[in-house]
């Protein structure tokens, strides 16, 4: 299986910041990495798919980059409605995987 | 509108059984593979299962494997995951969630999630 590693585990951070959160695969996923966005009892959202490639409708501050073993999700300027907890998941094989999680806390 | 409608969670015993069904409708069901993610109470996410559009394929967590069996009605736009011997670490909300168009394994729409508590 294929173990997703998200650092940190939560980030407290004031709005108008650069967030950066990283995800490590256990092993070459190519570009199949996919960022969620999940808000205290919602489901999550879907934010980047293909490492880098912004859903429709998510606003252009999310973006995310890396291929291979190492990704990282990127929030330009942190607005209020940002602080929520992000999930990275490996989308290249089976069994799917996800990130443990970064909780993005005001500071 | 694309909505993904979960029901049929709830308590129930450790080695007990329970039906999920997931009601779809704003796309056209049969052409999107789908999956069952849960998320433990303050937890994180773990996939359960996947099913193509046909649902002629699936894919099971080893968690589950042998104890859950994912299969859905194309002609009712319905899911339906069926849950045997179930245990206490079970115990989640569980989402279904849509293919990405052209994708597959990523999900762009989730279901508000049903609620499974096991325990005694």
């Known amino acids: 299986d294929i173990q997703m590693t998200q650092s940190p585990s939560s980030v407290s951070a004031s709005v108008g910041d650069r967030v950066t959160i990283t995800c490590r695969a256990s092993?070459?996923?190519?570009?199949?990495l996919v960022w969620y966005q999940q808000k205290p009892g919602k489901a999550p959202k879907l934010l980047i798919f293909?490492?880098?490639s912004l859903q429709s409708g998510v606003p252009s501050r999310f973006s995310g980059s890396g291929s291979g073993t190492d990704f990282t999700l990127t929030i330009s300027s942190l607005q209020p409605e940002d602080f929520a907890t992000y999930y990275c998941?490996?989308?290249?094989?089976?069994?799917?995987?996800f990130g443990g999680g970064t909780k993005v806390e005001i500071k | 509108e694309v909505q993904l409608l979960e029901s049929g969670g709830g308590l129930v015993q450790p080695g007990g059984s329970l039906r999920l069904s997931c009601a779809a409708s704003?796309?056209?069901?049969?052409?999107?593979?789908m999956s069952w993610v849960r998320q433990a109470p303050g937890k994180g996410l773990e996939w359960v299962s996947s099913?193509?559009?046909?649902?002629?394929?699936?894919y099971h967590a080893d968690s589950v494997k042998g104890r859950f069996t994912f299969s859905r009605d194309n002609s009712k736009n319905t899911l339906y995951l069926q849950m045997n011997s179930l245990r206490a670490e079970d115990t989640a909300v569980y989402y279904c969630?849509?293919?990405?168009?052209?994708?597959?394994?990523?999900?762009?729409?989730w279901g508000r999630g049903t609620l499974v508590t096991v325990s005694s």
């Open positions: 969630a849509k293919d990405l168009s052209g994708y597959n394994s990523i999900f762009d729409y």
């Open positions: 704003g796309f056209s069901f049969s052409s999107y593979g």
């Open positions: 099913i193509s559009g046909t649902g002629t394929s699936t």
């Open positions: 092993q070459g996923i190519s570009s199949w």
């Open positions: 293909a490492a880098s």
């Open positions: 998941q490996q989308a290249n094989s089976f069994p799917l995987t």
